[in-house]
């Protein structure tokens, strides 16, 4: 092997370990923002949610509440299904109903509120 073909081979190499090192800083980068969006308070995110997805509970599992978004998931799922059968045109309504209001309830309570209400005091439900 030649003296050049080494010395590519090292830039070559010195290149990829620049490159997976940029990765990660922009990877620990991009997790910052994201705990930076969600934080410890995640009214915003949560109240948006629950206006646009509220049906399905996604709101409820960034707050962690899981048996509740599974309530809010699976009436939803169910009520869909019955659509066939006309009754789950009554019911199908129901959870993005508690979606919004949940969200308006989210987003109107000042940060500290929301947060002591929902994150501290962990209360799952209006």
Known sequence: MSEEEKDLGDKA????GDFADE???TANEFA???K???GDNKKILAGILAILLGSFG????ILGYNKEGFILLGFSIIAYILVCFVIGAFLAWIPGIIGLIEGIIYLTKSDE???NTY??????WF
């Open 13 to 16: 190499k010195e290149a990829a």
């Open 23 to 25: 990765a990660k800083k």
């Open 32 to 34: 910052e923002g994201i």
């Open 36 to 38: 930076d969006a969600g």
């Open 58 to 61: 996604v709101h409820k599992f």
């Open 113 to 115: 509120e929301f947060y």
């Open 119 to 124: 994150q501290v005091g962990k209360k799952p």
